[in-house]
DNA sequence: GGAATAGTGTCTTTAAGACATTATCCA
DNA sequence: TGGATAATGTCTTAAAGACACTATTCC
């Protein structure tokens, strides 16, 4: 792999994946955390992850390990980083690579065999100390969401098909720590996203219904 | 590492970086490629890199290769993504790391016990088919370095100490694939970085001599 | 009609771009 | 003085923000 190599027989270690599963509930950014079933750290909140196989990617090992938790099959992982502090992890050697993902609020099924006890999503500002060196994987996670909430549409993923203009200002509102004047929002929002709006409106409302929006891409 | 393993015993494999190393020469922007010492693609051109010791960090592995290479001690490597296809290395199973990192043309100092025809920097246009993934991990690097160049102050790592703006400008251009306005990317460039006017001037040039800049941070 | 939210008009402020002008150095 | 590049003035255009207004629904 090498210009020249070091050694003739290169060290070898286990390799992880660590997941940090974003979702908005009642108006809150949330972060999903299971219980530690086995020592080390048994009992304390971690980070849903799984080691490596040989014969599959980091990515494949992202889209298992998520699958195994929600039931859920995602398109849109996203790298985050590379955790190697040589301690991370006291069992063994263990390189992490961080991920990231979103998923829509009521896509959320409990995965069979997973007590809702031991897996659950918590308001990020109420995250408890984590196992490992989760709390820094989860902040890198945070920072990164951020960004590309501001320089892409990842927004979308938190969303149902059909949406209101305002329900995509509220989300992008709780997800950019700021406000968004309406009539500003209004314009913005057209030359920032590829949203198109539909012929249906909102149902159940005691006001004026909004029209239902959609993402084009 | 997780909260169900899926087995007792995870599989282990090699750890190693690769590293794209950036450089403004004669204006073009060059990558550091070396020449293969053995087999496999003995003989080829690949990216310098070496395997993760025990007892490192993926950082620490990075800034070790990039001394032997270059002799250089650098504190802005930047991470760039992981490259686990199984079978990327036909010898071992190998987790890839991606960095990558700038010099300033002057501070390139061949690295004693290196042929000069084995480590070369090639104009980015005229890199030749690299060894393993490494095409991969050096376009993905481009394009890294292209959006650190439009979003923060990277350019700066390019420059010397003290530059003309003029100077700046012309690597702006060259790592934006754009050209600039003169009056503009004045205006642009004092909101855009944290530079001073020095007091100093340019030297040895026929025409009115330029303020020297330098970045505040 | 009143309450509530949807949706629009338009003025102001700020940044980006185009282009012309003046300034300073050397030979 | 002329050639060359540095540095600035200012007009135009486009985006961002502030704020007041009209529209539509349910009760």
Redesign the pocket.
């Known amino acids: 792999m090498t210009f020249l190599d070091d050694i003739s027989h290169p060290d070898t270690m286990r390799v992880a994946i660590d997941l940090v599963i974003f979702n908005i509930i009642n108006n809150e950014l949330c972060v999903l955390v299971v219980k530690r079933a086995e020592n080390p750290y048994k009992g304390s909140r971690c980070l849903p992850g799984g080691f490596v196989k040989n014969n599959e990617t980091v990515e494949q090992t992202a889209d298992r390990v998520l699958y195994k938790e929600t039931h859920i099959v995602c398109t849109h992982i996203k790298h985050l980083g590379v955790f190697s502090d040589p301690q991370r992890d006291p069992r063994w050697r263990t390189i992490g690579v961080g991920f990231y993902t979103v998923i829509y609020e009521s896509s959320l099924v409990p995965a069979p065999g997973i007590n809702q006890q031991d897996a659950l999503f918590i308001p990020i500002i109420q995250i408890p100390k984590l196992a490992f060196d989760h709390d820094i994987i989860q902040k890198h996670a945070y920072t990164k969401l951020q960004h590309d909430i501001e320089t892409t549409d990842f927004v979308k993923h938190f969303l149902p098909k059909y949406f209101?203009?305002?329900q995509l200002k509220t989300y992008c509102e709780i997800l950019m720590s700021r406000t968004f004047?309406?009539?500003?929002f209004?314009?913005?929002v057209h030359?920032r996203f590829q949203i198109k709006r539909t012929s249906r409106?909102e149902q159940y409302?005691?006001?004026?219904?909004?029209?239902l929006y959609k993402f084009v891409v």
Not at 205 to 211: F, G, Q, S
Request: proline share 5%; hydrophobic share 20%.
């Open positions: 209101t203009l305002n004047e309406k009539r500003n209004m314009k913005y030359q409106k409302v005691k006001h004026r219904p909004a029209y």
